[in-house]
């Protein structure tokens, strides 16, 4: 069955809100590793990190016909890198604080990227394009169009409150 333009719109959003979490969990899951104690790595107070959300729809739209997997891996580790670049002067312009900090890895550049954490995202571009989205598409075909923009709506509009009680300060 053929998705309308809602319908794929609404699995975006669905996509989006996944990988956000999964990226709150890695996050979360590794520096509260490193910390020995517990470490909420979102910005928010939902269980997302928005610039895993915002990253993988990107690199989604970007590979979408790409199967090669070096290739994957090559363009999606500079691609996820420069963008952890970027995010890190952004967030840190508009939170005035450093949210992270890869100054103690090798071969990192003021502690804002790092090889190693580079070649982690790029593992995880191949994983993403090759394994993730296709499961993804596989579930949102077997939904129905309404439950997929309701779905959809809820998390929006979750993410949207969230977005606005942050930026008011709560």
Not at 111 to 134: E, M, N, Y
Not at 149 to 166: E, G, P, Q
């Amino acid at each position: 069955m053929t998705k309308t333009k809602t319908e794929k719109a609404a699995a975006l959003i669905i996509e989006f809100t996944v990988y956000s979490f999964i990226g709150w969990l890695y996050e979360t899951i590794l520096t509260s590793a490193a910390w020995g104690h517990f470490a909420d790595r979102g910005v928010l107070h939902l269980p997302i990190c928005p610039i895993y959300g915002f990253c993988a729809i990107a690199l989604l739209l970007i590979f979408h016909r790409l199967r090669n997997i070096p290739l994957i891996f090559i363009l999606g580790t500079v691609l996820t890198t420069a963008a952890e670049l970027a995010a890190s002067y952004i967030l840190e312009r508009f939170t005035t604080e450093s949210l992270w900090d890869y100054s103690h890895w090798a071969f990192n550049f003021q502690g804002r990227i790092a090889l190693g954490s580079s070649l982690i995202f790029g593992v995880l571009c191949v994983i993403l394009i090759r394994l993730l989205h296709p499961a993804a598409e596989y579930l949102t075909g077997k939904s129905s169009g309404r439950i997929l923009k309701i779905t959809a709506a809820v998390l929006l509009l979750a993410i949207l409150a969230d977005v606005l009680a942050v930026a008011a300060g709560y």
